[in-house]
């Protein structure tokens, strides 16, 4: 075994994983965040970061050209796993990690350019084949790919002569609100980032360290909530009971919470509920829940410095006039953000006393997380109206704790794609 | 009392800091494994270390027309203000440089991070880093001046800013207990300036990991040692500037050394847990209110007690 190997080994005793989740995708994403949690792996930030690119749910044809970007952007030596089965998550992300030893395998990854391997990808390799599949350069190939990305480099002949820096064109600029004139920055976030909706897109137009505008996207919506699937079992006769109810209203409550303490960069806060909500949903008995989530939930309430540093975030006012889309029994929104975190902790609390109820689940006293399923509405999407609202004018350090905050899920809006602008 | 060592103790400095590093790290993974469920082993307590060949055999990352000499040089300069700072601090009674400044040195080398963050934010060209590398910048303006105030307190009380007379002027009762004030500032400083626990704000997860968001393979190991190196330096240093130095009864100086800085390192790495990200934003307006004019009035308190004298 020589050094490289060695190298190797060591380095996948701790891989870090970037999920990627598809819509519809969320039970897969659970069992990853709970498999990597039990392994001590880190989750990746960023592809810069990552070793291991999990492709949680069915590949949306949007998202396609997202995930050949977001490997293109991963360091080797990586690998790539995907699924659509909770079951299989344990196994692939053995896979996976060996995959990150094999040598052959990662020296051909690391052959090409960072800018390459997605042509290797398209090539009849179907998507998210395992960690087995074998990736051979094809010297051809490859050198067409570079006369390509050498045109795409050139100097911009569009830009009326003027010599771009690597092609890329000057930031425009516009008046900002107290009427001067600066540059504007476009940076969108999402939709393949930890602690984020999935197939929510942001696109931000920045002046300074301020959210001028604010523009929506979502991309594969609709594909049908993991939160409300009890509800709609027992809609269609199924015999349910408000334990399953309750528990998962618990896990939609703890996975808003984890993702926004983590944003809030309170990982400790977010580990601990990320370990509840696993419990919950994965049928830990009641009373040993409960000491967990009171203590949690008190925690996070009673946190003054969380409510110092979110204080006055997102701030809805209760006389705003609220799209016609938001039916009176959406989940609240009014408050700032303090407001939002404090009754997902409240609701936390209430549901403790239900979690081994073996009633027949009544949806008329305990309502599913996000969305009331008697009433044609979606409150999620009327959110999603609500969002650009929230985040126009506020500072870019505060737009993900406030998407965060009202933690959007997508996949109950309807499929139809639509975009809706700030103001 | 504090001698200076031959020259090439200096080149101890890196491997002593070193081994404190790791013993931070493995109680920092040990911590993480108790909140995450896991049951606890060497194993474990190690994982950290695997970043060392997982990043030594990763690919390094480019960007699109990036600042690379910039970018380079800024994460280059983490660590090496780390060491470089650490130079001056007394190990139980020997020190690699027994400098007539040390507090200033100490100061001087904790504030290249400024610029040495800053160049790393702006070096990828890529808009998350930027700002990253901006609110070190902005977490600077509030840290510094409290920071500076704390350490002023404890050269005023010592009538010197040579870290040995420092050490020298608390063989009756240790800086901490009389400034308590100076010694709080400075340890949330420390985390301050190694970027770390509350105040990662320049590496945010709001960020995407900012400063360090484009990052990977030797360029990712280099900062993300450095920001360790930076902690533990300013663990080691609130040793001699508030804890007496390797003043104490029974055991040996240097032991004295090693107790004092893993207990303030064990403080360090638990608390680093116990809070969110403190967005600088909202900290600066607090630093100024309430910290400097608190490190103001606490510098009082040694100047007047050296005047009495």
């Not at chain 1, 960023?46 to 749910?57: E, I, N």
């Not at chain 2, 040195?105 to 070096?123: D, K, S």
């Not at chain 2, 070190?136 to 920071?147: D, H, T």
């Not at chain 2, 104490?248 to 893993?262: D, E, F, M, N, Y």
Request: aromatic share 6%; with cysteine; proline share 6%.
């Amino acid at each position: 075994m020589d050094l490289t190997e060695v190298l190797l080994r060591g380095g996948a005793s701790r891989p870090h994983v970037l999920i990627a989740t598809m819509p519809g995708g969320t039970a897969v994403r659970l069992a990853v965040e709970e498999g990597v949690r039990r392994r001590g792996w880190p989750v990746a930030m960023t592809p810069a970061d990552a070793d291991v690119l999990f492709v949680a749910g069915r590949v949306t044809v949007d998202f396609d050209e997202l995930l050949e970007e977001v490997w293109r952007g991963m360091p080797a030596p990586r690998d790539r796993v995907h699924t659509v089965d909770p079951d299989e998550v344990s196994g692939l992300l053995g896979i996976a990690r060996s995959g990150l030893m094999d040598r052959t395998r990662q020296q051909s990854l690391a052959a090409l350019s960072m800018g390459d391997t997605d042509r290797l990808q398209r090539q009849g390799k179907p998507h998210g084949a395992t960690a087995s599949e074998e990736t051979k350069p094809d010297p051809a190939d490859l050198d067409h790919a570079s006369d390509e990305s050498s045109d795409h480099d050139g100097h911009g002949h569009d830009m009326g002569g003027m010599e771009m820096p690597a092609g890329l064109p000057m930031a425009d600029r516009a008046e900002d609100r107290d009427g001067l004139k600066l540059d504007q920055l476009h940076v969108p976030f999402g939709p393949i980032m930890p602690d984020w909706p999935t197939g929510l897109v942001v696109h931000l137009t920045l002046q300074g360290d301020v959210i001028q505008d604010s523009h929506i996207e979502a991309i594969g919506a609709g594909a049908g909530s993991f939160w409300t699937e009890p509800w709609q079992r027992s809609a269609v006769g199924e015999r349910v009971s408000t334990a399953e109810g309750a528990r998962r209203r618990a896990g939609a409550r703890l996975d808003s919470l984890g993702r926004f303490l983590a944003v809030a960069g309170w990982d400790d806060a977010a580990t601990m509920a990320r370990r509840l909500r696993d419990d919950a949903l994965g049928g830990t008995q009641g009373p040993q829940l409960k000491a967990g989530l009171e203590r949690l939930s008190r925690r996070v309430a009673r946190s003054r410095t969380l409510g110092l540093l979110t204080r006055g975030l997102g701030e809805m006012t209760a006389d705003e006039p609220i799209p016609a889309s938001v039916s009176s029994r959406a989940p609240r929104l009014e408050g700032d953000v303090v407001h939002r975190y404090r009754r997902w902790c409240t609701d936390l609390t209430d549901m403790v006393a239900r979690l081994d109820d073996g009633s027949p689940l009544d949806a008329a006293t305990l309502e599913p997380p996000r969305n009331p399923l008697d009433v044609g509405d979606e409150p999620s999407a009327s959110l999603f109206d609500v969002l650009p609202r929230l985040l126009d004018g506020a500072e870019l350090g505060s737009a993900r704790l406030i998407v965060a905050s009202v933690d959007p899920d997508l996949d109950q809006r309807p499929a139809r794609i639509q975009a809706s602008h700030g103001r | 009392m504090v001698a200076s060592a031959p020259l090439w103790s200096a080149l101890l400095v890196p491997v002593v800091l070193l081994g404190f590093t790791v013993a931070a790290l493995a109680v920092d993974a040990m911590l993480a494994a108790r909140v995450a469920g896991r049951r606890m082993s060497v194993a474990v307590a190690l994982g950290p270390l695997a970043e060392v060949p997982r990043l030594l055999v990763g690919q390094r990352r480019t960007t699109r027309a990036p600042d690379a000499l910039l970018w380079r040089l800024g994460l280059l300069t983490v660590p090496v203000a780390g060491v470089l700072a650490a130079v001056v601090i007394p190990f139980g009674h020997v020190t690699a440089s027994r400098m007539d400044v040390g507090v200033v040195w100490f100061n001087a080398m904790e504030v290249l991070t400024w610029a040495g963050l800053w160049m790393a934010g702006w070096g990828p060209n890529s808009a998350l880093s930027m700002v990253g590398g901006y609110r070190f910048v902005a977490q600077g303006l509030a840290y510094e001046l409290p920071l500076m105030f704390a350490l002023i307190a404890t050269a005023t009380g010592a009538q010197s800013l040579s870290v040995a007379d420092i050490v020298a002027a608390q063989t009756q009762l240790w800086f901490a207990a009389w400034m308590p004030v100076a010694f709080v500032v400075y340890l949330a400083s420390v985390y301050a300036f190694s970027f770390l626990g509350p105040f990662d704000y320049p590496a945010g997860r709001d960020l995407a990991g900012g400063v360090l968001g484009e990052l990977s393979g030797i360029d990712r190991l280099v900062v993300r040692a450095g920001q360790w190196l930076l902690l533990t330096a300013g663990a080691a240093m609130s040793v001699p500037l508030f804890l007496g130095g390797g003043n104490g009864p029974l055991l040996p100086a240097w032991l004295w050394s090693t107790v004092k800085t893993l207990a303030v390192l064990g403080v360090l790495v638990w608390g680093r847990r116990r809070l969110p990200t403190i967005r600088a934003d909202r900290y600066v307006e607090a630093a100024w209110v309430v910290l400097i004019p608190l490190t103001i009035a606490q510098v009082f308190v040694p100047a007047l007690v050296v005047l009495r004298r």
